[in-house]
T-cell receptor, first 114, second 115 residues
Framework: AQSVTQLGSHVSVSEGALVLLRCNYSSSVPPYLFWYVQYPNQGLQLLLKYTSAATLVKGINGFEAEFKKSETSFHLTKPSAHMSDAAEYFC????????????FGKGTLLTVNP | GAVVSQHPSWVICKSGTSVKIECRSL??????MFWYRQFPKQSLMLMAT?????????EQGVEKDKFLINHASLTLSTLTVTSAHPEDSSFYIC???????????FGPGTRLTVL
Protein backbone atom coordinates (compact mmCIF):
# COMPACT_ATOMS: atom_id res chain seq x y z
CA ALA A 1 0.00 0.00 0.00
CA GLN A 2 1.14 3.52 -0.62
CA SER A 3 -0.03 6.97 0.32
CA VAL A 4 0.99 10.59 0.00
CA THR A 5 0.47 13.46 2.38
CA GLN A 6 0.92 17.02 1.22
CA LEU A 7 1.19 19.38 4.13
CA GLY A 8 -0.62 22.61 3.44
CA SER A 9 -3.44 22.78 0.96
CA HIS A 10 -2.53 26.38 0.20
CA VAL A 11 0.86 28.07 0.20
CA SER A 12 1.29 31.75 -0.50
CA VAL A 13 4.64 33.37 -1.24
CA SER A 14 5.88 36.67 -2.54
CA GLU A 15 7.46 36.93 -5.95
CA GLY A 16 11.18 36.21 -5.59
CA ALA A 17 10.77 34.29 -2.35
CA LEU A 18 11.63 30.67 -1.72
CA VAL A 19 9.00 28.10 -2.61
CA LEU A 20 8.72 25.04 -0.38
CA LEU A 21 5.96 22.50 -0.93
CA ARG A 22 5.97 19.55 1.41
CA CYS A 23 5.30 15.93 0.57
CA ASN A 24 5.59 12.85 2.73
CA TYR A 25 4.98 9.38 1.45
CA SER A 26 4.35 5.88 2.65
CA SER A 27 5.26 2.87 0.57
CA SER A 28 5.85 -0.81 1.24
CA VAL A 29 8.36 -0.99 -1.61
CA PRO A 30 11.09 1.39 -2.77
CA PRO A 31 9.04 4.22 -4.19
CA TYR A 32 9.10 6.18 -7.37
CA LEU A 33 8.10 9.76 -6.58
CA PHE A 34 6.77 12.50 -8.79
CA TRP A 35 5.76 16.12 -8.69
CA TYR A 36 3.20 17.33 -11.19
CA VAL A 37 1.84 20.83 -11.78
CA GLN A 38 -1.66 21.64 -12.95
CA TYR A 39 -2.75 24.98 -14.32
CA PRO A 40 -6.47 25.83 -14.29
CA ASN A 41 -8.56 23.64 -16.57
CA GLN A 42 -5.53 21.78 -17.84
CA GLY A 43 -4.01 18.36 -17.40
CA LEU A 44 -0.94 17.56 -15.34
CA GLN A 45 2.58 18.40 -16.38
CA LEU A 46 5.51 16.46 -15.00
CA LEU A 47 7.90 18.68 -13.05
CA LEU A 48 10.34 16.04 -11.90
CA LYS A 49 10.65 12.44 -10.79
CA TYR A 50 12.73 10.29 -8.48
CA THR A 51 13.40 6.72 -9.57
CA SER A 52 16.13 5.52 -7.19
CA ALA A 53 19.02 7.35 -8.80
CA ALA A 54 20.31 10.66 -7.42
CA THR A 55 18.43 11.79 -4.33
CA LEU A 56 18.45 15.43 -5.42
CA VAL A 57 16.32 15.70 -8.51
CA LYS A 58 16.23 18.74 -10.73
CA GLY A 59 13.18 19.43 -12.81
CA ILE A 60 11.79 21.98 -15.18
CA ASN A 61 11.22 25.67 -14.47
CA GLY A 62 13.90 25.77 -11.77
CA PHE A 63 12.22 23.32 -9.41
CA GLU A 64 14.03 20.60 -7.54
CA ALA A 65 13.19 18.01 -4.92
CA GLU A 66 15.20 15.93 -2.52
CA PHE A 67 14.38 12.35 -1.63
CA LYS A 68 15.01 11.69 2.06
CA LYS A 69 14.36 8.07 2.92
CA SER A 70 14.86 8.56 6.65
CA GLU A 71 12.17 11.23 6.69
CA THR A 72 10.01 9.60 3.98
CA SER A 73 9.87 13.01 2.37
CA PHE A 74 10.13 14.44 -1.11
CA HIS A 75 9.71 18.20 -0.70
CA LEU A 76 9.63 20.48 -3.73
CA THR A 77 11.61 23.71 -3.74
CA LYS A 78 12.39 26.64 -5.96
CA PRO A 79 14.78 29.40 -4.87
CA SER A 80 12.83 32.29 -6.33
CA ALA A 81 9.12 32.26 -7.08
CA HIS A 82 7.77 33.71 -10.28
CA MET A 83 4.22 34.82 -10.93
CA SER A 84 3.89 32.08 -13.53
CA ASP A 85 4.49 29.45 -10.84
CA ALA A 86 1.02 30.00 -9.45
CA ALA A 87 -0.76 26.67 -9.92
CA GLU A 88 -1.82 23.47 -8.17
CA TYR A 89 0.99 21.06 -7.35
CA PHE A 90 0.54 17.35 -6.82
CA CYS A 91 2.97 14.90 -5.29
CA UNK A 92 2.53 11.28 -6.32
CA UNK A 93 4.03 7.89 -5.55
CA UNK A 94 4.11 4.64 -7.48
CA UNK A 95 5.43 1.23 -6.65
CA UNK A 96 7.68 1.03 -9.66
CA UNK A 97 8.19 -1.94 -11.94
CA UNK A 98 5.16 -2.98 -13.94
CA UNK A 99 2.83 -1.32 -11.46
CA UNK A 100 2.34 2.13 -12.89
CA UNK A 101 -0.45 3.09 -10.53
CA UNK A 102 0.05 6.54 -9.12
CA UNK A 103 -1.29 7.57 -5.77
CA PHE A 104 -1.70 11.32 -5.55
CA GLY A 105 -1.65 13.68 -2.66
CA LYS A 106 -4.51 16.12 -2.27
CA GLY A 107 -2.56 18.90 -3.88
CA THR A 108 -1.17 22.24 -2.79
CA LEU A 109 -2.33 25.47 -4.35
CA LEU A 110 0.55 27.88 -4.73
CA THR A 111 -0.23 31.56 -5.02
CA VAL A 112 2.47 34.10 -5.78
CA ASN A 113 1.96 37.66 -4.65
CA PRO A 114 3.55 40.58 -6.50
CA GLY B 1 8.65 15.04 -23.76
CA ALA B 2 5.89 12.56 -24.45
CA VAL B 3 2.62 14.09 -25.58
CA VAL B 4 -0.89 12.88 -24.87
CA SER B 5 -3.95 14.47 -26.44
CA GLN B 6 -7.60 14.25 -25.50
CA HIS B 7 -10.66 14.95 -27.55
CA PRO B 8 -12.93 16.70 -27.00
CA SER B 9 -11.56 19.23 -24.54
CA TRP B 10 -15.06 19.96 -23.35
CA VAL B 11 -18.50 18.52 -23.99
CA ILE B 12 -22.01 19.31 -22.89
CA CYS B 13 -24.65 16.63 -23.24
CA LYS B 14 -28.18 15.88 -22.16
CA SER B 15 -28.95 13.47 -19.37
CA GLY B 16 -29.34 9.92 -20.66
CA THR B 17 -27.03 10.25 -23.62
CA SER B 18 -23.60 8.66 -24.03
CA VAL B 19 -20.35 10.50 -24.49
CA LYS B 20 -17.07 9.19 -25.85
CA ILE B 21 -13.71 10.70 -24.91
CA GLU B 22 -10.57 9.84 -26.85
CA CYS B 23 -7.07 9.71 -25.46
CA ARG B 24 -4.12 9.47 -27.83
CA SER B 25 -0.40 9.15 -27.26
CA LEU B 26 1.11 11.17 -30.08
CA UNK B 27 4.79 10.33 -29.99
CA UNK B 28 5.12 7.16 -27.96
CA UNK B 29 3.44 3.82 -27.55
CA UNK B 30 1.42 3.68 -24.36
CA UNK B 31 1.28 0.08 -23.25
CA UNK B 32 -0.79 1.16 -20.30
CA MET B 33 -3.33 3.96 -20.14
CA PHE B 34 -5.09 5.33 -17.13
CA TRP B 35 -8.32 7.23 -16.71
CA TYR B 36 -8.82 9.66 -13.85
CA ARG B 37 -11.63 11.79 -12.63
CA GLN B 38 -11.12 15.08 -10.88
CA PHE B 39 -13.75 17.02 -8.99
CA PRO B 40 -13.35 20.77 -8.49
CA LYS B 41 -10.47 21.67 -6.20
CA GLN B 42 -9.74 18.01 -5.49
CA SER B 43 -7.09 15.50 -6.37
CA LEU B 44 -7.21 12.93 -9.14
CA MET B 45 -9.12 9.75 -8.57
CA LEU B 46 -8.01 6.74 -10.59
CA MET B 47 -10.97 5.16 -12.33
CA ALA B 48 -9.37 2.37 -14.34
CA THR B 49 -6.21 1.01 -15.86
CA UNK B 50 -6.12 -0.46 -19.33
CA UNK B 51 -3.50 -2.38 -21.22
CA UNK B 52 -3.58 -2.55 -24.98
CA UNK B 53 -5.74 -5.42 -26.16
CA UNK B 54 -6.93 -6.34 -22.68
CA UNK B 55 -9.96 -5.57 -20.59
CA UNK B 56 -9.64 -2.60 -18.32
CA UNK B 57 -9.17 -3.02 -14.59
CA UNK B 58 -11.54 -0.80 -12.67
CA GLU B 59 -10.96 0.67 -9.25
CA GLN B 60 -13.31 -0.19 -6.46
CA GLY B 61 -16.56 1.71 -6.67
CA VAL B 62 -16.27 2.54 -10.37
CA GLU B 63 -19.09 1.10 -12.45
CA LYS B 64 -17.55 -0.72 -15.39
CA ASP B 65 -20.86 -0.84 -17.27
CA LYS B 66 -21.21 2.90 -16.99
CA PHE B 67 -17.66 3.85 -17.82
CA LEU B 68 -16.64 1.75 -20.80
CA ILE B 69 -12.96 1.75 -21.61
CA ASN B 70 -11.41 0.48 -24.78
CA HIS B 71 -7.68 0.34 -25.48
CA ALA B 72 -7.63 -0.91 -29.03
CA SER B 73 -4.12 0.18 -29.96
CA LEU B 74 -0.88 1.34 -28.37
CA THR B 75 -1.80 4.94 -29.12
CA LEU B 76 -5.54 5.14 -28.51
CA SER B 77 -7.83 4.58 -25.56
CA THR B 78 -11.43 5.66 -25.28
CA LEU B 79 -13.71 6.26 -22.33
CA THR B 80 -17.44 6.15 -22.98
CA VAL B 81 -19.75 7.48 -20.31
CA THR B 82 -23.01 5.68 -20.91
CA SER B 83 -26.40 7.08 -19.97
CA ALA B 84 -24.77 10.11 -18.47
CA HIS B 85 -26.36 11.92 -15.54
CA PRO B 86 -25.58 15.27 -13.95
CA GLU B 87 -23.53 13.58 -11.22
CA ASP B 88 -21.15 12.33 -13.94
CA SER B 89 -20.20 15.92 -14.67
CA SER B 90 -16.51 16.19 -13.97
CA PHE B 91 -13.04 16.70 -15.40
CA TYR B 92 -11.75 13.48 -16.94
CA ILE B 93 -8.02 13.08 -17.50
CA CYS B 94 -6.17 10.25 -19.18
CA UNK B 95 -2.52 9.34 -18.98
CA UNK B 96 -0.22 6.96 -20.78
CA UNK B 97 2.66 4.93 -19.50
CA UNK B 98 5.56 4.65 -21.92
CA UNK B 99 7.26 1.84 -20.06
CA UNK B 100 10.24 3.97 -19.14
CA UNK B 101 10.88 4.64 -15.45
CA UNK B 102 7.18 4.37 -14.77
CA UNK B 103 6.39 7.90 -15.81
CA UNK B 104 2.82 8.71 -16.74
CA UNK B 105 2.20 11.45 -19.24
CA PHE B 106 -1.11 13.21 -18.90
CA GLY B 107 -3.55 14.52 -21.41
CA PRO B 108 -5.04 18.02 -21.10
CA GLY B 109 -8.34 16.73 -19.75
CA THR B 110 -11.96 16.77 -20.88
CA ARG B 111 -14.60 18.81 -19.10
CA LEU B 112 -17.92 16.95 -19.18
CA THR B 113 -21.11 18.74 -18.26
CA VAL B 114 -24.33 16.75 -18.19
CA LEU B 115 -27.51 18.82 -18.22
Amino acid sequence: AQSVTQLGSHVSVSEGALVLLRCNYSSSVPPYLFWYVQYPNQGLQLLLKYTSAATLVKGINGFEAEFKKSETSFHLTKPSAHMSDAAEYFCAVSGGGSNYKLTFGKGTLLTVNP
Amino acid sequence: GAVVSQHPSWVICKSGTSVKIECRSLDFQATTMFWYRQFPKQSLMLMATSNEGSKATYEQGVEKDKFLINHASLTLSTLTVTSAHPEDSSFYICSGGAGVADTQYFGPGTRLTVL
